[in-house]
């Protein structure tokens, strides 16, 4: 029995024993990331759209080294009230504008279903930062409605349209019209005051918005899915509008449509979608927010300066 087992069981013993170490050997040692075809696309990205298809090319920068220096003013801001002369209703806002004497162009800013909280407000100081009196309009604390409303009041819209008239009567602007500036619902409310209250070319001159709600959001959920608000057909004023690549799929798709049809209309549209970033990168906190969230941030602030600048020239 002895030599039964040394016959039959000591190789079998020697052959386990070996096998282990043979398994590791043949095992190829775990590819580092940029040896993987996702890898190498992380570590040099590509982008082969035609030069003219990059939005953000110049070749005054690529070639000549010349950067676009963003004009920067301390910021000065008091509390301010106008009335809604539909039903009287007292609206509170806020006007920005830089610090001491001169005259700037006009632009209102109005928020979305966040409210104008201090987080918010930041948006519209950033704006009067680049050298423009800025009225912020508070039209939840007019109407006494909670922050971040389902449903859509429509009188609020008649709130902001007669903030146009508050901050055309100023006596520190430059131009004789003003500009729409928003983000989320806020891009609803400017879109009907340009349109519905017949404000656009006699009063307003352009309209800027980032990831817009382009819907009424009383509608029911097939158009907010598969449609866009009607009012975008009579926009005439230059727009421009930011999204981020990884907007929500039923908001990109509504804006994308939206511009789509705009453009082939002849409108004058521009809708700028920033690589790697989602929705509220220009107010994410900074607990969570990234640097491409900061880049596209800056980036869309010096665009929509330009754009508004010239239009209200």
Not at 49 to 73: T, Y
Not at 99 to 122: C, S
Not at 269 to 274: A, G, S, W
Not at 297 to 304: N, T, Y
Request: charged share 25%.
């Amino acid at each position: 029995m002895k030599r039964y087992f040394q016959f039959v069981f000591a190789p079998l013993a020697f052959f386990l024993w070996l096998a282990p170490a043979t398994a590791q050997e043949s095992i190829s040692p775990a590819p580092q990331a940029s040896d993987t075809v996702t890898g190498r696309t992380l570590d040099a990205p590509s982008n082969t759209r035609p030069i003219s298809e990059k939005f953000w090319w110049s070749d005054e920068w690529f070639i000549n080294g010349v950067m676009n220096v963003p004009d920067n003013f301390e910021v000065e801001e008091r509390d301010v009230s106008y009335i809604n002369p539909l039903d009287d209703t007292e609206v509170p806002a806020i006007v920005y504008r830089p610090k001491g004497d001169g005259k700037y162009p006009g632009v209102l800013f109005q928020h979305g279903r966040r409210g104008l909280d201090p987080f918010i407000q930041n948006l519209a100081r950033r704006l009067a930062a680049r050298g423009f009196v800025v009225l912020a309009p508070d039209v939840y604390s007019a109407r006494f409605i909670d922050i971040l409303p389902i449903e859509h009041d429509p009188i609020t819209e008649s709130d902001v349209n007669a903030g146009v008239d508050y901050l055309l009567s100023l006596p520190d602007l430059s131009s004789s019209k003003i500009c729409l500036y928003s983000h989320t619902r806020g891009g609803l409310y400017t879109l009907r005051v340009a349109v519905a209250f017949e404000r656009q070319k006699k009063d307003v001159a352009c309209y800027v918005s980032y990831y817009p709600h382009w819907q009424d959001p009383n509608a029911p959920e097939p158009a907010q899915v598969y449609r866009y608000h009607r009012d975008l057909n009579e926009l005439e004023i230059p727009a421009l509008v930011f999204i981020g690549e990884y907007e929500q799929y039923q908001r990109r798709r509504s804006i994308e449509t939206a511009v789509s049809f705009m453009k082939r209309s002849g409108k004058q549209v521009r809708l700028i979608i920033y690589p790697g970033v989602g929705r509220g990168f220009d107010f994410r906190p900074p607990n969570v927010r990234t640097f491409a969230d900061d880049l596209a941030a800056k980036d869309a602030l010096v665009r929509a300066t330009a754009f508004m600048k010239a239009a209200l020239k």
